[in-house]
């Protein structure tokens, strides 16, 4: 849960077939509203990387988000997709 206008860390662990924490190439972190209009995409760095396969980003709520938003963490695990979506309900009051 989260308020309009607050930030929130959102998070990733991307992990193999067998369970293993691994690095993708070219992460990025895509929003979306509720109808899954993409809203914002960035990269995301090194920076972000908290442990083997952690990654992190602080976003900012948007004032005009309603009920929830999508986010979703996308790479490229040799040469594959990998990717982990969640969603963040909003609260108002």
Same mark, same amino acid.
């Given at each position: 849960?989260? *308020?309009? #206008?607050?930030t929130?860390?959102?998070k990733?662990?991307?992990r193999?077939?067998? #369970?293993d924490?691994?690095?993708?190439?070219?992460i990025?972190?895509?929003? *979306?509203?509720?109808t899954?209009?993409?809203?914002?995409?960035?990269?995301?760095?090194?920076?972000?990387?908290?442990?083997? #396969?952690? *990654?992190?980003y602080?976003y900012?709520v948007?004032d005009d988000?309603? &009920? *929830?938003?999508?986010? &979703?963490?996308? #790479?490229?695990?040799?040469?594959?997709?990998i990717?982990a979506?969640?969603?963040?309900?909003?609260?108002?009051?």
């Amino acid at each position: 849960m989260a *308020y309009l #206008g607050d930030t929130v860390r959102l998070k990733v662990h991307f992990r193999s077939f067998n #369970g293993d924490s691994v690095d993708p190439d070219d992460i990025t972190l895509t929003i *979306y509203d509720k109808t899954k209009k993409e809203l914002d995409a960035t990269s995301i760095a090194v920076e972000n990387k908290t442990a083997t #396969g952690q *990654y992190f980003y602080d976003y900012i709520v948007p004032d005009d988000i309603h &009920e *929830y938003f999508i986010f &979703e963490f996308r #790479g490229l695990h040799n040469n594959n997709p990998i990717l982990a979506r969640d969603r963040v309900s909003i609260k108002f009051n």
